[in-house]
């Protein structure tokens, strides 16, 4: 009987899934096996809800932006009983491995199919960037070029006005969209969670801006920094007197076609993943290093991205019971790539305020 691969997405959709899974299904069927879209997530697994994908289905979907093979999260998957029911069908259906594409939530449930007997590879697809293995997750560069399109826009009523626009990005606890973004869009101040900084600093820089003749100004504050952007548009416009608007971009962020660097890293990847499956590994996922597709473990992954992201959110514990299972060399190893993703973020803000300042 032929051997099925299975792919899916889970969680936020991203630009560039859909070109994934052309990827994945076109790679995986020239090499001789059949190949099952399962529908919303896990979800599919455990409702039996899949289709069989052919060269001519993945036809005409490379630029288009979301799924269509759907998305959901499922939260049933996080108990065992879930994951060996999910077992028992892909048994039942002759699958040799699945494929997922997701963000870090999804690689977990990648992980205890792994160690239930399923392979699973998966393919890092989530806006944020965060998932601190990989360079570059697909979605990051197409959601990027959406905001400063947005933020162009934005700067040229703020401009005829003489206002400031504050705008708040997506990215959960992460200020990569943000950052980038900011420089890219010249942006006045740029409030990140990985970076503490003074209110009263943006306040000034904004005078001393105004001071100077600057007569627009833009504030990007990524979504980590919680529950402030309104409220510091407020503070922004009694403290500086300038006029200020508060936009959200929100999902608008997350949809739309893919970019050229999103479509040609989904391709990659994809046939990555195949390849990967097909040497025999499992529990590992493709991420970009130095321009290569490589494997990485997943729960080491997890880990990483616990004791990277433990530093500057107080919501995210240190993993120190986890790091138990890993040599001193493994940690020592974890910790200084989380360092050497803290300081090309230190890097980027040492920039922005390099390019912005308009005190001297
Ligand atoms: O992880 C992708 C992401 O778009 C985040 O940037 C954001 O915080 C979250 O998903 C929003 O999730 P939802 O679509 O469930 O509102």
């Keep these: 009987m032929q051997k099925t691969i299975g792919v899916l997405t889970s969680g936020g959709d991203a630009p560039g899934m859909n070109a994934a899974v052309r990827a994945v299904t076109r790679a995986a069927i020239k090499k001789g096996f059949r190949v099952v879209g399962i529908r919303r997530g896990y979800n599919g697994l455990l409702n039996n809800d899949m289709v069989e994908l052919t060269t001519r289905d993945v036809a005409d979907i490379i630029q288009r932006g979301g799924t269509e093979i759907f998305t959901a999260r499922c939260k049933e998957f996080r108990e065992w009983e879930y994951v060996l029911k999910a077992k028992d069908i892909c048994v039942r259906d002759n699958f040799a491995g699945i494929v997922v594409i997701g963000g870090d939530g999804s690689f977990r449930g990648a992980a205890d199919l792994s160690k239930a007997g399923i392979p699973c ?42 206002r400031c626009a504050v705008v708040e990005v997506m990215g959960r606890n992460a200020g990569h969209i943000a950052l980038n973004t900011g420089v890219a869009c010249g942006a006045t101040a740029i409030l990140v969670p990985e970076i503490e900084f003074d209110i009263e600093d943006v306040i000034q820089k904004i005078k001393n801006a105004r001071a100077n ?46 970019s050229l660097a999103d479509r040609l890293l989904a391709a990659r990847m994809g046939v990555a993943a195949v390849d990967m499956l097909m040497e025999g590994m499992e529990n590992v996922f493709v991420c970009e290093r130095d321009g290569k597709m490589v ?53 980027l803000i040492t920039t922005a305020e390099d390019i912005s300042n308009y005190s001297v």
């Design 121 to 162: 590879v998966g393919l890092p697809g989530t806006i944020d960037n965060d998932i601190q293995c990989s360079e570059y997750t697909i979605g990051y560069d197409t959601a990027m070029n959406t905001v400063m399109e947005l933020v162009d826009k934005l700067r040229d009523t703020s401009h005829s006005h003489e």
């Design 213 to 258: 003749g600057k007569e627009q100004f833009i504030v990007i504050v990524a979504e980590g920094v919680e529950n402030y952007s309104e409220k510091l548009a407020k503070t922004i416009q009694e403290k500086t007197g300038v006029e200020t608007k508060f936009a959200r971009l929100a999902h608008i962020v997350r949809g739309g076609s893919p």
């Design 295 to 347: 494997p990485a473990d997943i729960q080491e992954a997890i880990v990483m991205d616990r004791m990277y992201k433990s530093t500057f959110t107080p919501s995210v514990k240190y993993p120190e019971e986890a790091l138990k299972t890993y040599s001193p060399e493994k940690i020592e190893y974890m910790m200084n790539f989380c360092v050497m993703r803290e300081k090309e973020i230190k890097e």
